[in-house]
C-alpha cells in the first residue's frame, strides 16, 4: 500500500519556490467552495486590488493567471505579437531566451539585444535596435534576471520604447514584492510574475497586468490568438467583471486562498518595508559571504538584493556542498544554469524567506561545508 506524502522541511533559499509562511499554507487548507460562488467572487476583487498595490499600477487589467510564470510569460506574448510582428527581445540570461522562443513560436520577427550574462541589459543597444528597426512594434526585457541575479533598468528601457512608439513587456517574476516596481510611472504595458518568488505562496499562479494601451492592441488583432486558454478576450469575461462572471475555466480555488493570504502578509507589512528588508537581508549574505572570501557574479550596481550569484571557489565540487547542504541541513540553495552550470551558486532571499535566521543558518552551514 503507497502511504501519504509527507515532505522533509526544508529551509528554501534558491532562485524559488521561497519558504511558505504558515499563514498561507493554513489559507489554502480552507474549505473549497464554488468558483463562482459569490463569496469567492469578491475574494477575487481583493486578490486584484492588492496585485494593483504591488505592481504599483491602477491597470484595470490586473490578475493572477491559473498557472505557473511561465504561463503569464505565453499570455503576454499570444496576445500582443501578431505574425510578422518586429520585437526587440533582450537576452542576458535563461528567461531572454525563453521570451524569443516565445515571439518565434507566435510568428513574430525577433530583433535580438544581446548581452553577457551576468550584465544588465544595456539601454544603449536597445536603442540602436529601435533605431535600425523603427517599424519595431514591442519590446521585450527581463527585469530580474533570475539566472543570473541582474537587475536592469527597466525605466530606462521602457521609455526608450514609449519613445519608439512600441509596447513594453517585462518579466518581473523575481522582482515582484522584493525590489522597487512601478509600472505605471514607468509606462510598462504588459508584466507576467509568479506567486512562488518573493509573494512567498505555492508555485502555480501569475500576477500580470495589461495598460489600456495593450488591451487596445489586443482588441485590434486582425488575427485570432492562437492559444484558446490564454486568449484574452475570453479570459476578460471571466477576471474583469465581477457581476457577471462566465464561466472560462475552474479557478484553482485553495491556492487563490492562499495568493490572497500572501497579499493580505505584503498589505500588512508595507510594499516599501517589504522593499527594505529584501535589501537589508542582501546586505547581511553579502557581508557573510565576502567575509568568507566569495565573490559576487553581478556588479554592485546592477546586483539583485533577493537572488545572490557567487562564483563557486576554484576546486569545489559545487554539486557535492549543495547535496550536503541539503541532505545535513535541509537547506536548499540553487545551481548555475546553462553557460553557469557548476560555476556558481545562486542563494535566494525572496519573501518569508529573506529573514535575518535565514540569512545566519545560510552562512553558518556554508561555512561547515567549505
Ligand atoms: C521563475 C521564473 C520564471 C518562470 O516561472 P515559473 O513559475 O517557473 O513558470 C520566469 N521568469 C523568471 C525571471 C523567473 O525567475
Redesign the pocket.
Known amino acids: 500500500m503507497t502511504t501519504s506524502f509527507i515532505p522533509p522541511r526544508r529551509i528554501l533559499m534558491g532562485?524559488?519556490p521561497s519558504d511558505v509562511p504558515q499563514r498561507v499554507l493554513d489559507a489554502m487548507a480552507r474549505p473549497t467552495i464554488g468558483h463562482l460562488d459569490p463569496a469567492f467572487v469578491d475574494m477575487m476583487e481583493q486578490i486584484k486590488a492588492m496585485l494593483r498595490m504591488a505592481f504599483q499600477t491602477q491597470n484595470a487589467l490586473t490578475f493572477p493567471v491559473s498557472a505557473?510564470?511561465?504561463a503569464g510569460?505565453e499570455m503576454c506574448f499570444v496576445n500582443l505579437v501578431e505574425p510578422g510582428d518586429k520585437v526587440i527581445v533582450c537576452k542576458n540570461g535563461v528567461?531572454g531566451g525563453r521570451m524569443l522562443e516565445n515571439v518565434k513560436r507566435c510568428g513574430g520577427v525577433p530583433v535580438i539585444v544581446d548581452d553577457a550574462w551576468g550584465k544588465p541589459v544595456d539601454p544603449n543597444k536597445v536603442r540602436d535596435a529601435f533605431a535600425a528597426n523603427p517599424d519595431a512594434r514591442v519590446l521585450a526585457f527581463?527585469h530580474?534576471?533570475?539566472s543570473t541575479g541582474a537587475q536592469s533598468d527597466a525605466a530606462t528601457l521602457a521609455r526608450i520604447a514609449q519613445e519608439a512608439g512600441a509596447l513594453t513587456i517585462m518579466?518581473c517574476?523575481?522582482s515582484l514584492g522584493g525590489t522597487p516596481i512601478h509600472l505605471d510611472a514607468w509606462g510598462i504595458d504588459a508584466a507576467y510574475s509568479?506567486s512562488?518568488?518573493c509573494l512567498s505562496c505555492t508555485?502555480g499562479l501569475?500576477p500580470v497586468s495589461f495598460s489600456e494601451r495593450a488591451v487596445e492592441r489586443i482588441k485590434a488583432r486582425k488575427t485570432p490568438v492562437q492559444s484558446w486558454f490564454l486568449d484574452l478576450n475570453l479570459v476578460l469575461g471571466y477576471w474583469q467583471s465581477a457581476g457577471r462572471r462566465t464561466y472560462h475555466h475552474t479557478a484553482p480555488i485553495n491556492p487563490m486562498y492562499g495568493l490572497h493570504e500572501s497579499l493580505v502578509i505584503l498589505e500588512e507589512e508595507g510594499l516599501e518595508n517589504a522593499w527594505a528588508r529584501h535589501r537589508a537581508m542582501h546586505e547581511a549574505l553579502k557581508a557573510g559571504l565576502e567575509g568568507m572570501g566569495l565573490r559576487y557574479v553581478v556588479d554592485e550596481a546592477a546586483r539583485l538584493p533577493q537572488l545572490n550569484s557567487i562564483h563557486v571557489p576554484e576546486g569545489v565540487d559545487e554539486a557535492a556542498i549543495r547535496a550536503r547542504l541539503l541532505n545535513e541541513f535541509n537547506l536548499e540553495i540553487g545551481a548555475g544554469l546553462g553557460d553557469m552550470a557548476g560555476k556558481i551558486w545562486r542563494i535566494g532571499l525572496m519573501g518569508h524567506s529573506a529573514r535575518q535566521e535565514n540569512v545566519d543558518y545560510c552562512l553558518t552551514a556554508l561555512k561547515a561545508c567549505l
Open positions: 532562485p524559488g505557473p510564470g511561465s510569460m528567461f527581463v530580474a534576471e533570475t518579466d517574476v523575481t509568479g512562488q518568488k508555485p501569475s
